[in-house]
């Protein structure tokens, strides 16, 4: 639905930033791992100080994204926050700083961990650092 909005309104709708207890919406742009071609989505993001953060789900059903798929092949990429593209590099969080970032997700979505439940992998964490 964001994707049609973003495209109808020649993208001046359907992008938003994150407010108090609430996700913004960015458009990703990634490059195919199979055929190098640009590929779009909108994602949820949070901001977490120059970096943004999204989880790796698709409706959290089971198979990974392929927009996930194409970061883990091609990791440099292009996020547009309605100013115009952005460069940027993406990596899954790890560690302390996966923690840390669920934690700011659950505040968004209390049952977050009753969703990814739903899964039997991991949901990635992944940061999308600025270049």
């Known amino acids: 639905?964001?994707?049609?909005?973003?495209?109808?309104?020649?993208?001046?709708?359907?992008?938003?930033r994150p407010?108090?207890?609430?996700?913004?919406l960015l458009r990703l742009t990634t490059t195919g791992r199979r055929t190098g071609r640009e590929r779009g989505v909108i994602v949820a993001y949070?901001?977490?100080?120059?970096?943004?953060?999204?989880?790796?789900?698709?409706?959290?059903?089971?198979?990974?994204?392929?927009?996930?798929?194409?970061?883990?092949?091609?990791?440099?990429?292009r996020i547009d926050l309605g100013g115009g593209p952005q460069p940027i590099r993406a990596r899954a969080a790890s560690?302390?700083?996966?923690?840390?970032?669920?934690?700011?997700?659950?505040?968004?979505?209390?049952?977050l961990d009753g969703y990814a439940a739903l899964r039997s992998r991991e949901t990635a964490v992944v940061v999308f650092e600025p270049l």
């Open 1 to 16: 639905m964001h994707r049609g909005i973003y495209r109808g309104s020649g993208g001046r709708l359907g992008l938003s």
């Open 46 to 77: 949070l901001l977490d100080g120059p970096r943004y953060t999204t989880l790796a789900m698709n409706g959290w059903g089971e198979p990974e994204p392929a927009w996930w798929l194409n970061l883990k092949a091609h990791p440099e990429a």
């Open 19 to 24: 407010r108090g207890n609430k996700y913004g």
């Open 95 to 111: 560690g302390d700083e996966r923690v840390r970032l669920w934690e700011l997700w659950s505040t968004v979505d209390k049952n």
